[in-house]
């Protein structure tokens, strides 16, 4: 078989999966979100943070709990860091140091596990599996609530209320993410990777010295981070490491894993609002936008020119033999066009277009499918933009799911649409002007301003993967890339929830012979238009200062 076609079946084998898997879990999210019980376990919860989850919540009374939720969290996650030393389970590592420990705190509460450590030699059990893999849960959590929070505000009218942020946070750690999370981890054992609390033992002498591997519970992580689409990994090499990704078949699990929650949102916005149809339009685009760059990927990766492209059959460098050109693009594609980061071949050594793919995926907004919940409200954003713009063209108050687009409302959207290319560019820029960050860049010229660009794209977007050229262990890096995710994370949060309060208050208006049809092909033809121009508006610049002008010159 050759490489190409193997490529082909892993695609058509994902799009079945996910299709298998995209009704039941999507009519499964909608009914967590819209009950009215509480499990036993869910009502203990309530009362340990002294919540009452039946209390609903104007939007700003929802911000507040998920911005007091987010900061308890990093300062929990950044203490837990700096008293490692003291604490049992820390494998004899020592405390992490102040800047590293508030990088790595704001990167696990921001969905974003941007790492600048190697995992296997910074951090203990207690801080791995009571820090990082609870903060795991708990920010895709906090992201799904959000994205329910906006899709509330379509579907209520005369209201502004939106649910309540305790019992959203709860329900989708306890109904959604624990559950598939817990039969995706016992499914990547089965497949071969570890799960136990072993410490630092050495495996065998190497050319005059010792190796030495830790254990961990690292199925278990994989599984949740894979499917809260945030991708900090138990070990440097992340999911190349065969402890953590040992096959062929467990690639292809923590891809659908990556993809099945973003992808199934849409049926559950859809169930919500009260119109299928509506969610099947967003699916489409994402799903047109999925497959062209996995397309794109893999003919890039798949090209070859000269001797040594000939031999390896393409662009081998930098990817594992066992998941070979097809598995490693196609995994490349499913983490930078959400917000999950894990990686299993190193995009760094990717060709010049094909590390621009994976910039690219992440600059879009990462709303194909996008992070769970960020890439539903991010898409829903875009659709409101769409809608303005085709009722600019026919001279129509635009209106979508029979909501007024006003001035309110767009002023909201791009404010969201451009906080994030600002903070990428604006830092960037710093970086670039400043004497002492461009240090740490390994490569010289397109492919080195592509790593400080690929960085700060990475942790403004909330996705945290890396050129791995770039030595970002410093506290320029770490300082200022902890401060594009948390503001990448929260200020669009705070533009979200408050276009969801302004429609929520809305009445509904009437569909009428002049009313876009926002369920059809074409709206769906617009709204991809719409991403990608926007996109290329934003970061054509900077492109083709980077991959772009690395991909010609070769």
């Not at 990093?74 to 590592?93: A, E, H, K």
């Not at 059990?125 to 795991?136: P, Y």
Request: hydrophobic share 50%; with cysteine; glycine share 14%.
């Amino acid at each position: 078989m050759s490489p190409v076609l193997a490529g082909v079946l892993q695609v058509l084998a994902l799009v079945v999966a996910l299709g298998l898997a995209y009704r039941p879990l999507g009519d499964h999210m909608a009914g967590v979100y819209s009950s009215t019980k509480h499990l036993r376990v869910e009502k203990w919860m309530y009362k340990a943070v002294g919540a009452d989850p039946d209390r609903q919540m104007r939007w700003p009374a929802y911000l507040r709990g998920v911005l007091a939720f987010s900061a308890v969290s990093v300062l929990f996650l950044y203490l837990l860091q700096r008293l490692q030393g003291s604490l049992p389970g820390s494998l004899g590592f020592a405390s992490i140091d102040p800047d590293q420990a508030f990088n790595t705190a704001a990167s696990f509460v921001a969905n974003t596990n941007w790492q600048s450590y190697y995992g296997e030699q910074a951090m203990g059990h207690v801080v791995q599996t009571g820090g990082l893999a609870v903060q795991n849960f708990v920010s895709a959590a906090v992201g799904m609530a959000v994205a329910v929070a906006l899709v509330r505000g379509f579907a209520r009218s005369r209201t502004g209320e939106l649910g309540n942020f305790w019992s959203d946070l709860v329900r989708g750690v306890v109904r959604i993410l624990l559950p598939i999370a817990v039969v995706g981890a016992l499914l990547l054992v089965a497949c071969g990777a570890i799960q136990n609390f072993a410490g630092i033992h050495e495996v065998g002498q190497f050319m005059g010295g010792s190796q030495q591997w830790n254990g961990g519970a690292v199925a278990s992580q994989e599984a949740i981070k894979e499917l809260g689409t945030n991708g900090g990994g138990y070990f440097n090499a992340n999911s190349s490491h065969p402890f953590e990704n040992p096959n062929g078949l467990s690639n292809l699990l923590e891809i659908f894993l990556i993809l099945v929650i973003p992808f199934a949102l849409t049926r559950t916005f859809g169930r919500m609002v009260g119109s299928l149809k509506q969610g099947y339009a967003i699916l489409a685009t994402m799903g047109v936008i999925w497959l062209g760059f996995t397309t794109l990927m893999m003919w890039t990766e798949f090209a070859h020119h000269g001797p040594a492209f000939d031999i390896a059959g393409g662009a081998m460098e930098g990817k594992e033999t066992r998941f070979g050109i097809a598995g490693s693009s196609i995994f490349a594609v499913a983490t930078t066009l959400t917000s999950t980061g894990a990686v299993n071949s190193f995009h760094s050594s990717y060709t010049g277009f094909g590390g621009g793919i994976t910039m690219l995926g992440m600059q879009l907004g990462e709303i194909a499918p996008g992070g769970v919940g960020s890439g539903l409200y991010g898409m829903l954003v875009m659709a409101i933009i769409a809608v303005f713009i085709a009722g600019l063209m026919v001279g129509r108050t635009p209106e979508y799911l029979g909501k007024k687009i006003g001035t309110r409302e767009i002023k909201l959207a791009a404010c969201y649409i451009l906080i994030t290319p600002a903070l990428v560019l604006c830092f960037t820029a710093a970086a670039m002007a400043l004497p002492t960050p461009p240090h740490s860049m390994t490569n010289t010229g397109a492919h080195g301003f592509s790593e400080i660009l690929y960085a700060y794209t990475s942790g403004a977007n909330n996705n945290g993967s890396a050129f791995a050229g770039l030595n970002a262990d410093t506290q320029w890096f770490n300082t200022t890339i902890g401060l594009a995710m948390l503001l990448g994370r929260f200020l669009p949060m705070v533009f979200i929830l408050a276009l969801a309060g302004s429609l929520a208050e809305q009445k509904p208006v009437p569909a009428t012979v002049g009313t876009l049809g926002t369920h059809k092909p074409l709206f769906s033809g617009l709204l991809v238009g719409t991403i990608l121009i926007i996109t290329g508006l934003t970061y054509f610049p900077a492109l083709a200062l980077g991959p772009l002008a690395e991909g010609l010159a070769s």
